[in-house]
């Protein structure tokens, strides 16, 4: 079991991000206690709706990749899996990828700037012990086997057949931690960072097959917190604005700042007074 701790003042943060430098971060805004992408979720493999549309992975991708060219001309290469998993989730389509962050600041704004009546959560990972398990160490290239089998599998009917094709002796089962081409200006902004995940099995999440510490753990962050940590995380520049750089971003920035109204000036912090050596 993960183990979790509690996140009690704002700057536990601050402590968390400088001590695991290099460590990703993802924030929930509510206590969800498992680390599973959009398109494995109930709602997409609940028995009913998956009687009613089977296959939903591939169908939502194929759907996209046939689409999109009706409404943008500059779109990937058709082969090019993995950049067309990076369209998708960009643009919210149900997709194996998890988002998570090099910042904990961001992965905090993620964790507080909605559902305010209830309680947060953020991950933290060092995502080379995951890849570990892949007999990896540290992260791999775009063009790593592994990484491509689990891009490819998605438009492909036959799982051991594209396994053999990529020269991999087993279909992998554990999610792969890899850094993205900086190719969109919200990865860039936002430090963004994915874990790509075959299809789920009993004992090969996450979770699952990372119990120590030091390699993952949980943080819960209170409600009574998250206004609090909000504001301190506007004035660190951590906002809307900021992590979605278009007009969308600006206005909702713009909106955030007017619900902390009003300003005074503190009094000075008293720090060692500075002398000269």
Same mark, same amino acid.
């Given at each position: 079991m993960t183990v979790t701790r509690e996140i009690e003042k704002f700057e536990d943060l601050i402590e968390i991000g400088t001590t695991f430098g290099q460590n990703w971060f993802r924030g929930h805004s509510k206590v969800i206690g498992e680390l599973t992408p959009l398109i494995f979720r109930s709602e997409y493999t609940d028995s009913v709706y998956i009687n009613l549309n089977p296959n939903p992975e591939f169908r939502i991708a194929i759907n996209f990749k046939r689409e999109a060219p009706s409404i943008i001309k500059e779109l990937p290469e058709y082969s090019d899996h993995l950049e067309w998993l990076f369209l998708m989730q960009h643009h919210g389509t149900p997709t194996r990828l998890l988002d998570w962050s090099e910042n904990i600041l961001i992965a905090a704004f993620f964790a507080i700037n909605s559902d305010y009546n209830e309680d947060a959560e953020i991950w933290s990972i060092f995502p080379w012990h995951l890849n570990n398990l892949h007999g990896w160490y540290g992260l791999p290239l775009m063009e790593d086997k592994t990484l491509s089998f689990l891009a490819h599998e998605i438009f492909h009917?036959? #799982?051991?057949?594209? #396994?053999?094709?990529?020269?991999?002796?087993?279909?992998?089962?554990?999610?792969? #931690?890899?850094?993205?081409?900086?190719? *969109?200006?919200?990865?860039? #902004?936002?430090?963004?960072?994915?874990?790509? *995940?075959p299809e789920p099995q009993v004992g090969f999440s996450i979770p699952e097959v990372i119990k120590e510490e030091k390699y993952l753990v949980r943080y819960i962050i209170r409600k009574r917190l998250k206004k609090e940590i909000e504001k301190k995380l506007m004035y660190l520049g951590i906002t809307y604005r900021t992590i979605y750089p278009d007009l969308d971003g600006l206005a909702k920035s713009i909106k955030q700042s007017e619900t902390f109204p009003g300003w005074s000036q503190p009094e000075p912090l008293k720090f060692k007074e500075y002398k000269k050596e």
């Open positions: 009917n036959n #799982a051991k057949e594209l #396994a053999e094709e990529y020269g991999l002796k087993d279909i992998p089962r554990i999610p792969m #931690a890899f850094s993205p081409p900086l190719s *969109h200006p919200r990865i860039t #902004a936002q430090q963004s960072c994915f874990t790509i *995940h």
